[in-house]
């Protein structure tokens, strides 16, 4: 996985810095109205039906009572509104769920972006001791096979032979998820040429939002870095300025970020830029859950990142601009799971 | 709540016993196409709408991850397909998930039936210390009004006023509960009058179950004995010959019943006869989930109820009868729960 930081921040700062007026009809950019999709996972509707079932099925844990849905929340904000997550037997995990929607519009997945796509963050959860506990991805594909009413499922969406598959798995998962996306908010449509969609604060919001830098990073139409192949992170330093007071308060150096994975120091408290749709969904923030509001994660970033303080009524604004990221979400059906023969109990 | 045993039994026992010939077409009842309601809580559209947001709602837990949907599974049998349910923090419950699905037509709640309906079912586990943990009903009311976007629902549902109360989630969930129905599966077609709609083997299984003395107790439109009045349980000794080998071998005997609720040494054992709709959906079996297959489970209630040993071939027919009871399941929309200001987390 290829990494960019600071140049392509650079820049990106220097564009918005030479055109702040054009910042409201030029950079902005709307939510594709369809997620893109590998060459070898295209979205169909039987892979969609089918992840998500599986999606929504416990019984990919080790306890029969986790699935992807416990902690992401797809009746919610795509998450579990606890600072850290719950898995199988009462584990708490270390860091805030991130949310799933839009995600298929990232071009890495985790906090650390150690996954490059979709498919491959499927595989994570189910064999991670504290989530859904399983001991090993042989294990879950076994538990799915165990269940005869997912073959047809699957023929249907892979076709014949041996396609009850941990590949098939994930990418039924990751089909299900290019479609929880959140296009034609507020904001989309002021993005697409109707300058009535936000009021006068929330145009004030998101011009301070490019003025002061916060497009730096959050830019692109999922505010989490401009539009990169997948498996390319855009990733920043947390806290940039490590002096400020925030840092403490939060405990925001505990956690090394990406470091945890690559092991590289040069890695060190650095995270992949984050989203900031449907953020009125998903309190608490950041990546260890410690903030409970938008207005204080503003100020935090406005100091931690920028070594700015904001007034309280460009933190207004900033806020009113972020809250018309908002929705809408689509409806939809609850998945029919088929039953289990006996049971599967760890 | 009153107490209905062995005078009615009796009198059921003696009723099938006397028409065997009529079986067929006299004593079986379809489930009903619409749940009943009790006059203080019709069933409307709004309050059900609220109850579903309710039903699926982590956030009336201590820990933020336990809804009613977490152990009542109603994408699938309506139960967790755990042999006991998980609550918060990894706690584990001393006993089966009864299904939620026709639990609308029973008239009473829980395995030792000591709630009289759906309402005061649904105030149980949110303050039971083991399944969602809150301390109280007041602190589960609490979080229902930190989440503001709830009160629209309880206005629409409830109209003007206080209407944010304990007593109306309830309801809500409740009305909800009474959508949750399986009508029109292929016995209650049969019952209806469409001989076409069982094979010959569910037949005989239909037939047999009456002829071994099954519904003695396992009659109705929910085989779990005859309708009553709401709050009028109907209680049945298990197992009523203690010494079938199969108390001993599925520990049949230590969890005491009805007594654990009512301190009565003359429940000891005594249990609500549960219904048998759905039991393809529901392993594993029985109060205490140690009985894995629906087979076994005939085997048991003939050896530890009418003191019978069935020959394969029976057990066959039945267990082919049991299967006509499944289903259909209607198509839900899943609810959009409202955001949390801030996070909810103990």
Chains 1, 2 share one sequence.
């Not at 902005?28 to 997620?35: E, I, N, S, T």
């Not at 990733?235 to 403490?248: A, G, H, R």
């Amino acid at each position: 996985m290829r990494l960019v930081t600071i140049t392509a921040i650079i820049l990106v700062s220097t564009l918005f810095a030479a055109t702040p007026a054009a910042a409201a009809s030029g950079p902005w950019q709307a939510l594709p109205d369809v997620a893109p999709a590998p060459a070898d996972n295209p979205t169909t509707a039987d892979k969609v039906e089918l992840g998500k079932m599986l999606y929504f099925d416990p019984r990919l844990s080790s306890s029969g009572n986790v699935s992807c849905f416990s902690c992401h929340n797809v009746m919610e904000g795509g998450d579990d509104h606890r600072p850290t997550s719950i898995g199988v037997h009462g584990h708490v995990g270390g860091r805030n769920a991130p949310s799933v929607w839009n995600a298929a519009f990232l071009s890495s997945q985790f906090w650390d972006g150690r996954a490059a796509t979709l498919e491959d963050q499927a595989k994570g959860p189910p064999a991670n001791a504290i989530e859904m506990g399983m001991p090993n991805l042989d294990a879950v594909i076994g538990r799915v096979r165990n269940i005869p009413g997912y073959k047809p499922y699957f023929e249907k969406a892979f076709g014949a032979g041996e396609v009850v598959t941990m590949d098939n798995v994930a990418k039924a998962i990751a089909a299900y998820e290019r479609t929880l996306i959140t296009p034609n908010s507020a904001y989309d449509k002021y993005a697409k040429g109707d300058a009535q969609a936000l009021t006068e604060q929330q145009v004030r919001g998101l011009n301070t939002f490019a003025d002061v830098g916060c497009t730096s990073c959050h830019q692109g139409p999922t505010f989490s870095g401009p539009p990169l192949p997948v498996g390319t992170g855009f990733f920043m330093k947390f806290p940039t300025f490590p002096d400020s007071p925030y840092v403490t308060k939060y405990d925001f150096l505990s956690d090394t970020g990406r470091a945890s994975a690559t092991k590289d120091d040069a890695d060190k408290n650095v995270w992949r830029v984050p989203g900031l749709r449907n953020l009125v969904y998903t309190a608490p923030y950041f990546h260890n859950g410690q903030v409970h509001t938008i207005g204080e994660a503003v100020r935090i970033m406005a100091s931690t990142q920028l070594n700015q303080s904001l007034s309280d009524a460009q933190v207004a604004d900033i806020v009113a601009f972020l809250e018309t990221l908002s929705g809408p979400f689509p409806t939809q059906q609850m998945p029919r799971l088929p039953p289990t023969p006996g049971d599967l109990i760890d």
